[in-house]
C-alpha cells in the first residue's frame, strides 16, 4: 500500500543505517524523499539508491550543527517540491568512553549532534509544517531512560531528545503538528551495534539479554516511522516509542558486568 502517496519527507542524517532504511521505508509507501547528511559523497550514494529502487529522491549536503545550513536544506526542498509533510531527524554520533576518560569536547559534540541538531532540524522545519497533518519524528535510544556504562555523552544528548520530542508535541498540537520518537534497540547492520559489539562472544552476550533474543532489522523501524507518519497514528503525538525486542526490560549494565566494557 502506498499510504503516503504524494507526501514530502525530509530525513536528516539519512546517508546510512537506521536513516537511510527509513528513507526507503517512506520512499516505498510512496513519499518523495530529500536526503540530508554532513559528507556530499554519502549523501549522494543515498539518494542514488533511492532513485535506483525507483523512488523520487535527491540528497543536500548540510550539518545538522549548523542552524543556518539546515534552513537552506528545508527551503531548497519546499522549493523543488512545493511543500513538506514529514521530517525525521536522525543525525547521530557515538563512541564507547568512560565518564573519566571523557573529554569536554567529546561530551559536547555528541550532545550537539544528536541534541542540537534535533532542535535544529525541527526548528528550521516548523515554517514549513504549520499545518494539520505534519509529522516530526525523532531518533531515540532505550539509554535515554536508562543508564549505561561508558555512555554518559549520549545517555545525556538522548534524554535530550525526548523531551525536545515531548516539549514540541504539546506546543504544535494546537496547529494539528504530531511530534514523535522512536527508541531503536540493537538494530542490525548498523555501525552503532559494530562498534559497541565488536567481537561474536559480545554480540551473544547482548542478544542473551534481549527477550526476543535476537537484533532487530532497519525494515523494522522502518516500518514503525511509516506507521507514524500516516492517518493511522493521527492520535498518537509527544511518545517515545520502542522498537528492541524488549531489550529495554533487561535493565541496567552493573560496572562488573562483562558487557559493561563494550556497551
Given at each position: 500500500m502506498r499510504e503516503l502517496q504524494g507526501k514530502i519527507a525530509f530525513v536528516a542524517g539519512g546517508s546510512s543505517g537506521i536513516n537511510l532504511g527509513i528513507a526507503h521505508g517512506l520512499a516505498r509507501a510512496g513519499a518523495k524523499i530529500a536526503l540530508v547528511s554532513r559528507s556530499a559523497d554519502k549523501i549522494a550514494a543515498a539518494a542514488e539508491s533511492l532513485q535506483q529502487d525507483g523512488h523520487d529522491a535527491f540528497g543536500m549536503?548540510?550539518?545538522?550543527?549548523?542552524?543556518?545550513?539546515?534552513?537552506?536544506?528545508?527551503?531548497e526542498t519546499a522549493d523543488r517540491w512545493e511543500s513538506i509533510d514529514i521530517v525525521v531527524s536522525g543525525a547521530a554520533g557515538n563512541f564507547v568512553a568512560s565518564a573519566a576518560r571523557l573529554s569536554a569536547n567529546g561530551f559536547k559534540t555528541v550532545i550537539d549532534i544528536d541534541l542540537l541538531g534535533t532542535f535544529n532540524v525541527f526548528r528550521a522545519s516548523y515554517p514549513y509544517l504549520r499545518k494539520p497533518g505534519a509529522v516530526l519524528i525523532a531518533i531515540s535510544a532505550g539509554l535515554a531512560e536508562r543508564p549505561s556504562m561508558n555512555q554518559i555523552h549520549a545517555c545525556a544528548a538522548k534524554a535530550g531528545v525526548n523531551m525536545v520530542t515531548k516539549c514540541l508535541a504539546l506546543e504544535w498540537g494546537p496547529e494539528g503538528v504530531r511530534v514523535n520518537a522512536i527508541s531503536p534497540g540493537p538494530i542490525d547492520d548498523?555501525?552503532?551495534?559494530?562498534?559497541?559489539?565488536?567481537?561474536p562472544e559480545t554480540e551473544e552476550a547482548l542478544k542473551r539479554r534481549i527477550p526476543l533474543r535476537?537484533?532487530?532489522?532497519?525494515?523494522?523501524?522502518?516500518?514503525?516511522?511509516?506507521?507514524?507518519?500516516?492517518?493511522?497514528?493521527?492520535?498518537?503525538?509527544?511518545?517515545?516509542?520502542?522498537?528492541?525486542?524488549?531489550?529495554?526490560?533487561?535493565?541496567?549494565?552493573a560496572s562488573d558486568d562483562p558487557l559493561a566494557a563494550q556497551v
Open positions: 549536503s548540510a550539518d545538522v550543527r549548523d542552524f543556518a545550513a539546515i534552513e537552506r536544506t528545508l527551503h548498523t555501525e552503532g551495534m559494530r562498534r559497541l559489539t565488536p567481537t535476537d537484533y532487530g532489522s532497519k525494515d523494522d523501524i522502518a516500518q514503525l516511522a511509516v506507521f507514524l507518519a500516516t492517518d493511522k497514528a493521527r492520535y498518537i503525538t509527544g511518545a517515545i516509542i520502542p522498537c528492541d525486542g524488549g531489550s529495554a526490560l533487561a535493565g541496567s549494565l
